[in-house]
Structure formats: C-alpha cells, structure tokens
C-alpha cells in the first residue's frame, strides 16, 4: 500500500527509474529489460525529457523486437506526462489527496487486512475509563487474550478449551456471553435493570443491543455503562478464576459490576447519580 504519492512538476528531484512517480510501480519493476539498458540507472524525471519529449539514453543500440515493443509502452506510459516549473511534491495517497491522519492510515490497514469486514459500530463511553473502552472494542473484534486467540497466535498453552465447562472452547465471546456464569451474571444485571433476559452469542451482539437500547438518551447512556461494567468485570472474574484459582458466585459479580459503574458514574459522570440504596434498588432512579 502506498501512503503517499509522488506528484510530478519539473522532474528535478525525482528519479526516474527508482521513484514511484508514474502508477502504482516503479518503472524499474515495469520495464526491467529496459532498465538493464538504461546507461545512467540513477537519472532524474527530468534527465529523461528534452522539451517534454521522452530522450533516452540507452547503453547498446535496441535491436530485441520485445524490447522496441517494451519501449513503445513505455514511451506510451510517459506520453502523459507533461513537466512544468516547481518542486515535485510527495502528497498523501491514502484518501484522494487528503491530509494525512494517523486514524485515515489505521482504516486503510484495516481494510488491508480485512477487506470484507465491517468493523463494529463502537459508542465510545466518556463515563467508562478509557482501558475498559479499549478493552470491549477489542472483545467485540474477538481480539482479547482468550485461550483461542492465544493459541491461533502460536502461543504455547496446553489446550484452548474453558477451564471451567467441559468440551467448550474459551473464546472471547464463552468468556463474556456464553459461559453459564456470565449468563447468570447478566441476568441478574439486567433484572436489576428491569429488562427482560435476552439472548446474546456474542459480544457484538451485546453491545450492539446495549448502543441501542431506550430513548431516553440519559438512561440509554447509563444502560450502555451498565453493559461496558458487565464485560469488563467478567473479564476480571474470569483472570482471578483463571491465574488465581478464585471462584464467585454471580451475586458477587453482579455486585462489583454495580458498584463498579457507581463510581464511574458519580466521579466520571456529570451528572447526579443520588445516593448507594437507590442505586441499588434500580440505576435509573435518578
Ligand atoms: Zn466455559
């Protein structure tokens, strides 16, 4: 991929073999028998025109019929060419000329890499810090440290299934969603939320669900929180079972998850969030 172009003027600090002034290749990888000829291999643009007209400087007289064929092309490729006054410039090549950001660079890898995929819609949450914003983007990509991703990745670890159910993978989205244990914390969340139990197999699905939920923008925000809460200390409960051996019941979970986004909430948040017991009893009090 290429993040910046070369644009042309006067051809006089560009080189014309080497430079990727004309197409997607250099004329070196084009024309390679021609560049074997070429008598000067260093020769500028502007080396190569006299009055805008291609002059070459070839080492042996051309008698190969490719060759005068190659040549044809060439001298076809640089008919369009049209040097003027001024500096050759290198201009961002990522998005029809624009400026160049960093964010513009990370969408073109991306879809390098995945060019069939659309990314996730992702909410980014002022209330949540931002590790744990991170952190579910990331899980929603499947690209946390699960035993599956760790292994894909060449890791060397024993086996990929979940230490705590039998014969079932330990990816991201068993970890988060599908685990019993997650399924019991998030009931009673969303219990706690008074939302009916909903079915997700994914972490996408969940967050998806959570972004779009409610129309009241202040409890919509609270809800996704709540959700961002539920992921990220699943997540914690899952390394304490996993590195230190702790089990905790659900109600525990549910109950770091609460008091979690409590603090988000009162020290993160600019708005109220009225006193523990109401927060308790439901999170949309106040
Ligand atoms: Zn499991």
Not at 76 to 82: A, C, F, G, P, T
Not at 125 to 139: D, E
Not at 247 to 258: E, L, W
Request: hydrophobic share 40%; with cysteine.
């Amino acid at each position: 991929m290429d993040v910046f172009q070369l644009n042309i003027k006067s051809g006089d600090n560009s080189l014309f073999w080497y430079d990727k002034w004309l197409g997607p290749v250099t004329l070196e990888e084009k024309y390679p028998s021609l560049f074997e000829l070429e008598s000067r291999k260093k020769c500028l643009v502007s080396d190569r025109f006299i009055d805008n007209q291609f002059e070459a400087h070839w080492k042996t007289n051309v008698i190969d019929y490719t060759e005068i064929r190659c040549i044809n092309n060439l001298k076809n490729d640089l008919s369009r060419v049209h040097l003027e006054p001024g500096e050759d410039q290198w201009a961002c090549a990522l998005d029809n000329g624009s400026q160049f950001t960093v964010s513009l660079l990370r969408k073109k890898l991306e879809h390098l890499q995945y060019p069939n995929r659309v990314l996730p819609t992702f909410k980014w949450s002022k209330v949540t810090p931002i590790k744990v914003n991170c952190f579910i983007w990331r899980a929603m990509q499947r690209k946390i440290p699960s035993a599956v991703a760790l292994k894909c990745k060449g890791v060397d670890i024993e086996n990929d299934n979940c230490g705590a159910c039998v014969n079932r993978l330990e990816c991201s989205d068993h970890i988060l969603v599908q685990y019993p244990f997650a399924c019991e914390v998030r009931k009673i969340i969303f219990n706690w939320c008074g939302l009916q139990q909903a079915e997700f197999s994914s972490v996408g699905e969940l967050i998806i669900f959570a972004e779009n939920w409610g129309s009241n923008p202040r409890k919509a925000i609270r809800f996704l929180n709540i959700c961002h809460g539920l992921i990220w200390n699943l997540w914690k409960l899952r390394n304490e079972r996993v590195f230190n051996g702790v089990f905790h019941t659900p109600i525990y979970g549910a109950g770091a998850i609460k008091s979690m986004v409590y603090f988000w909430t009162k020290y993160r948040g600019n708005e109220g969030i009225g006193d523990w017991d109401n927060w308790t009893a439901s999170p949309f009090t106040l």
